[in-house]
């Protein structure tokens, strides 16, 4: 995907800093344990812990732990430069991850135009690589809400 520069009056600090506002925000981040890999115009990696808090009854990581990660992930590819908010989510799980490896959540946009943004996410274990999901989301712009206080 060509990168489209960052919008009028939004610098790299600025991004920064968007970036910075989201991860010390999302209480799902802090629940979860997650660590931000990556971020980048357009391109977030976050990592979170599988632990035994964190299994559903097969013993196994809980397809909510990786959804979490995902929309993290999504969250921070897409608000860096963009105000936007999830509207739809589709993915697949093929597999979970065992107690003591971690999920590896990525999102790419790869489509972003004036009214949607699609951004492509993907899960991987962090000790074997394969993949254990993989799918698509929608964002719709929205107008940033002013912080009390502010």
Partial sequence: ???????P??????KEARIAAIVSGD?????????LLAAEDGLARIRAP?????LNAHR????ALIFAVLDVAFALAVNAVEDAVGVQFAFN???SADLGDAVIGEARIIHRGKRSLVV???AASETSGKLLA????TALPVLRKKQPGA
């Fill in 1 to 7: 995907m060509r990168q489209r520069p960052l919008p």
């Fill in 9 to 14: 009056g939004v610098t790299v600090m600025e």
């Fill in 27 to 35: 209480r799902i981040y802090e629940l979860y344990g997650m660590e």
């Fill in 50 to 54: 599988v632990r035994e808090e964190f």
């Fill in 60 to 63: 196994i990581a809980h397809g």
């Fill in 93 to 95: 799980i093929f597999r």
């Fill in 120 to 122: 492509e996410l993907k």
């Fill in 134 to 137: 993989q799918g698509n989301a």
